[in-house]
C-alpha cells in the first residue's frame, strides 16, 4: 500500500487461454499494459495467480490456531518455531513475518482486483466485461472477507493508491468492510455478472455457485437466523445445491479421497480451488513440501519438508469417536512406510497432514494438487445448519448432514437422534470439522459461532503436548481471536491503531 500498485500478467506468453494452472507471470505496470480485452483478460489471470501467495501462509492464520493443528515440537529455538508458537498458542507479536505475509498477500490481491475494475472500459464486449467484473469484485469480497475475520477493522482500498495517500489512511470500521463485502457479492449475485457454470478449460476461475456460496456465508457470519439476510443465505445454498444436482445421499456424492485425487482435479464436488500444475513451472503447489514429515528418508516426499500443520491429539481422538471414517486417512497419517529398512515409522514424527500431499512430486514446492476453496460439502453442511437455525431439526435438514456421514462411511443420524435444535447444531459443528479438516475452515467456524475462545482453551488446556512446556498456557481472551496490525504498517503511519492487547 506504501508505493503504486504493480500487476501481475501473462508477459511470458501471447495468452488467449485462460487455463490457470498452466502459466507463470511476470510484473509489468498495468497503465503501461492495458489496451483491449485480452490484455484485461491476462490481468485477471494475473488476480487469480495472487491467490497462490494467500493460500500459501493461511494454514497457519487458521488452521494453526485452532484445535485440528499445532506446532511439532516445543521449546525450539528456530525462528520458524517461533513463529509457529506464537500463532499456535495465539500469543502473536506485531512482528510476525508470516502475519505480515499473509496480509501483505490479502492486499496484493485487493489491489489487483481494482486495476481490473479501474480498466474495465477498454472491454467492449459487454458479456466479457460484465465477467471481468463480476470475477474481481468476486476476489475483492473474499480477500476483505479474510481481512475483516481476521483483523477486525481494515483499510478499505478499491481504487489505485498512492505513497502519500496511504501514508496517512486509517482503518475503517468493520461495518464498512462488511457493507463493501455485501455490496460486491450482491451485485456479482443478483446481476449475474459470472457464468452459470466454468467450462474445462477455465477451472479455477470463478462462477456465479461460487458468488452464492460465499455470499451465503458471509450472510451466516455476520446476521444470526432472526434476520432476513439469514434465510437469504439458506435460500442461496439451495440454488446452489439445485445446480448441483442436489444431492441428498452420499452415493450422489464424489467418494471423499478422490475428490482431492490430483488425476481427478475439477471433479463434481469442486466447485471452486486455487490451480497448481508441477512440471518446474513456478506454479506447483508448495503444501507437500510445507506438510510431509521431516526426515521421512523420500518415503512420504522429497527433499526437506517442513512438517507444518501437525495434526492435533484431539483432531485424531474426533475422528477416532466415529469408528471407520473414511475421511481420517485421508486427512491424516500417524505412520509411514520406509521402505529402505522394511519397517512401520510410527513415531511422534511419523504424524503428518496428508490431505494435500503429492507423493509422486519430484521437486520441491513443486506439487500437482489444487487447494479447494468452495465444496460441495461445505455447501449441503452449511445449508443443514441454516435449516436448523431458522426452523428447529428437519428432515430436509437432515438429508444434507447424512449424505455428508454416509459418503465418510459412518452411520446416518435419525431426527430421534437430534431432537433438539440444539443436537442438531452440534452434530453438524462437529461434521463440519471432520469433513473440511485442514482445509482453512476452522478457525472461521469457531468465529462465526462465537465459540472460538472456549473451544481453544479447553484445547490448550487438554491436549497432552502442552503440558511438557517449561511454562503453563495462560487462557487466552476474546481480543487475542484477532492478529495484531503488523509492525510495518504502523511504522509507515504512526496514527495508525493497532488492535487491542497488542
Same mark, same amino acid.
Given at each position: 500500500?506504501?508505493?503504486?500498485?504493480?500487476?501481475?500478467?501473462?508477459?511470458?506468453?501471447?495468452?488467449?487461454?485462460?487455463?490457470?494452472?498452466?502459466?507463470?507471470?511476470?510484473?509489468?505496470?498495468?497503465?503501461?499494459?492495458?489496451?483491449?480485452?485480452?490484455?484485461?483478460?491476462?490481468?485477471?489471470?494475473?488476480?487469480?495467480?495472487?491467490?497462490?501467495?494467500?493460500?500459501?501462509?493461511?494454514?497457519?492464520?487458521?488452521?494453526?490456531?485452532?484445535?485440528?493443528?499445532?506446532?511439532?515440537?516445543?521449546?525450539?529455538?528456530?525462528?520458524?518455531?517461533?513463529?509457529?508458537?506464537?500463532?499456535?498458542?495465539l500469543v502473536v507479536l506485531t512482528a510476525n513475518?508470516?502475519?505480515?505475509?499473509?496480509?501483505?498477500?490479502?492486499?496484493?490481491?485487493?489491489?489487483?482486483?481494482?486495476?481490473?475494475?479501474?480498466?474495465?472500459?477498454?472491454?467492449?464486449?459487454?458479456?466479457?466485461?460484465?465477467?471481468?467484473?463480476?470475477?474481481?469484485?468476486?476476489?475483492?469480497?473474499?480477500?476483505?472477507?479474510?481481512?475483516?475475520?481476521?483483523?477486525?477493522?481494515?483499510?478499505?482500498?478499491?481504487?489505485?493508491?498512492?505513497?502519500?495517500?496511504?501514508?496517512?489512511?486509517?482503518?475503517?470500521?468493520?461495518?464498512?468492510?462488511?457493507?463493501?463485502?455485501?455490496?460486491?457479492?450482491?451485485?456479482?449475485?443478483?446481476?449475474?455478472?459470472?457464468?452459470?457454470?466454468?467450462?474445462?478449460?477455465?477451472?479455477?476461475?470463478?462462477?456465479?455457485?461460487?458468488?452464492?456460496?460465499?455470499?451465503?456465508?458471509?450472510?451466516?457470519?455476520?446476521?444470526?437466523?432472526?434476520?432476513?439476510?439469514?434465510?437469504?443465505?439458506?435460500?442461496?445454498?439451495?440454488?446452489?445445491?439445485?445446480?448441483?444436482?442436489?444431492?441428498?445421499?452420499?452415493?450422489?456424492?464424489?467418494?471423499?479421497?478422490?475428490?482431492?485425487?490430483?488425476?481427478?482435479e475439477g471433479n463434481a464436488e469442486i466447485i471452486?480451488?486455487?490451480?497448481?500444475?508441477?512440471?518446474?513451472?513456478?506454479?506447483?503447489?508448495?503444501?507437500?513440501?510445507?506438510?510431509?514429515?521431516?526426515?521421512?528418508?523420500?518415503?512420504?516426499?522429497?527433499?526437506?519438508?517442513?512438517?507444518?500443520?501437525?495434526?492435533?491429539?484431539?483432531?485424531?481422538?474426533?475422528?477416532?469417536?466415529?469408528?471407520?471414517?473414511?475421511?481420517?486417512?485421508?486427512?491424516?497419517?500417524?505412520?509411514?512406510?520406509?521402505?529402505?529398512?522394511?519397517?512401520?515409522?510410527?513415531?511422534?514424527?511419523?504424524?503428518?497432514?496428508?490431505?494435500?500431499?503429492?507423493?509422486?512430486?519430484?521437486?520441491?514446492?513443486?506439487?500437482?494438487?489444487?487447494?479447494?476453496?468452495?465444496?460441495?460439502?461445505?455447501?449441503?453442511?452449511?445449508?443443514?445448519?441454516?435449516?436448523?437455525?431458522?426452523?428447529?431439526?428437519?428432515?430436509?435438514?437432515?438429508?444434507?448432514?447424512?449424505?455428508?456421514?454416509?459418503?465418510?462411511?459412518?452411520?446416518?443420524?435419525?431426527?430421534?437422534?437430534?431432537?433438539?435444535?440444539?443436537?442438531?447444531?452440534?452434530?453438524?459443528?462437529?461434521?463440519?470439522?471432520?469433513?473440511?479438516?485442514?482445509?482453512?475452515?476452522?478457525?472461521?467456524? *469457531? $468465529?462465526?459461532?462465537?465459540?472460538? +475462545?472456549?473451544? /481453544? %482453551?479447553?484445547?490448550? @488446556?487438554?491436549? !497432552?503436548? =502442552?503440558?511438557?512446556?517449561?511454562?503453563?498456557?495462560?487462557?487466552?481472551?476474546?481480543?487475542?481471536? *484477532? $492478529?495484531?496490525?503488523?509492525?510495518? +504498517?504502523?511504522? /509507515? %503511519?504512526?496514527?495508525? @491503531?493497532?488492535? !487491542?492487547? =497488542?
Amino acid at each position: 500500500m506504501k508505493k503504486n500498485i504493480i500487476i501481475v500478467i501473462a508477459a511470458l506468453f501471447g495468452l488467449s487461454a485462460c487455463n490457470l494452472d498452466q502459466y507463470p507471470y511476470s510484473e509489468v505496470a498495468a497503465d503501461e499494459y492495458v489496451k483491449d480485452a485480452t490484455s484485461v483478460n491476462n490481468l485477471v489471470i494475473g488476480m487469480y495467480n495472487g491467490l497462490y501467495d494467500v493460500v500459501y501462509n493461511e494454514w497457519a492464520m487458521t488452521e494453526l490456531r485452532s484445535d485440528n493443528a499445532r506446532m511439532r515440537v516445543n521449546n525450539s529455538t528456530s525462528q520458524d518455531s517461533k513463529l509457529i508458537e506464537q500463532l499456535d498458542q495465539l500469543v502473536v507479536l506485531t512482528a510476525n513475518s508470516w502475519v505480515q505475509d499473509y496480509w501483505d498477500a490479502l492486499y496484493v490481491a485487493v489491489n489487483r482486483a481494482n486495476t481490473v475494475i479501474a480498466n474495465l472500459d477498454v472491454v467492449e464486449d459487454a458479456q466479457q466485461r460484465a465477467r471481468f467484473e463480476g470475477e474481481a469484485r468476486f476476489i475483492r469480497a473474499w480477500m476483505y472477507f479474510n481481512l475483516v475475520r481476521l483483523w477486525g477493522p481494515v483499510f478499505v482500498v478499491t481504487s489505485k493508491t498512492g505513497a502519500d495517500e496511504a501514508r496517512y489512511m486509517q482503518r475503517s470500521p468493520s461495518s464498512d468492510v462488511w457493507a463493501l463485502i455485501e455490496e460486491d457479492l450482491e451485485a456479482v449475485v443478483d446481476e449475474a455478472l459470472l457464468p452459470a457454470s466454468i467450462p474445462s478449460n477455465d477451472l479455477g476461475r470463478a462462477d456465479l455457485k461460487a458468488a452464492k456460496a460465499l455470499l451465503a456465508k458471509v450472510y451466516m457470519t455476520r446476521y444470526k437466523a432472526a434476520d432476513a439476510k439469514y434465510s437469504t443465505a439458506a435460500n442461496l445454498l439451495k440454488e446452489v445445491l439445485d445446480e448441483c444436482g442436489d444431492p441428498t445421499t452420499g452415493a450422489q456424492l464424489v467418494p471423499y479421497a478422490d475428490v482431492f485425487d490430483k488425476a481427478n482435479e475439477g471433479n463434481a464436488e469442486i466447485i471452486l480451488a486455487v490451480r497448481y500444475r508441477s512440471g518446474n513451472l513456478g506454479i506447483g503447489s508448495p503444501f507437500t513440501t510445507l506438510y510431509a514429515p521431516i526426515n521421512n528418508g523420500g518415503n512420504v516426499a522429497i527433499g526437506s519438508p517442513k512438517h507444518y500443520n501437525y495434526p492435533s491429539d484431539n483432531i485424531i481422538s474426533a475422528f477416532d469417536a466415529n469408528p471407520g471414517d473414511l475421511r481420517k486417512d485421508v486427512c491424516l497419517q500417524t505412520s509411514y512406510f520406509n521402505a529402505t529398512t522394511g519397517t512401520l515409522v510410527d513415531n511422534a514424527n511419523a504424524r503428518y497432514c496428508s490431505k494435500f500431499i503429492d507423493p509422486d512430486m519430484t521437486s520441491e514446492w513443486d506439487a500437482e494438487n489444487d487447494f479447494p476453496i468452495i465444496r460441495l460439502a461445505d455447501v449441503l453442511l452449511l445449508y443443514a445448519e441454516a435449516r436448523n437455525e431458522l426452523e428447529g431439526p428437519s428432515a430436509e435438514a437432515l438429508s444434507r448432514l447424512n449424505a455428508v456421514r454416509e459418503r465418510a462411511g459412518i452411520p446416518a443420524y435419525s431426527l430421534g437422534d437430534l431432537p433438539s435444535k440444539y443436537a442438531f447444531r452440534q452434530a453438524v459443528r462437529e461434521e463440519r470439522r471432520l469433513e473440511l479438516a485442514f482445509e482453512n475452515q476452522r478457525f472461521f467456524d *469457531l $468465529l462465526r459461532w462465537g465459540t472460538a +475462545v472456549s473451544t /481453544i %482453551n479447553a484445547f490448550l @488446556a487438554g491436549e !497432552p503436548f =502442552y503440558a511438557a512446556y517449561d511454562y503453563v498456557v495462560n487462557p487466552i481472551s476474546e481480543w487475542q481471536t *484477532l $492478529l495484531p496490525i503488523p509492525v510495518s +504498517v504502523i511504522n /509507515i %503511519n504512526k496514527s495508525v @491503531a493497532q488492535n !487491542p492487547g =497488542y
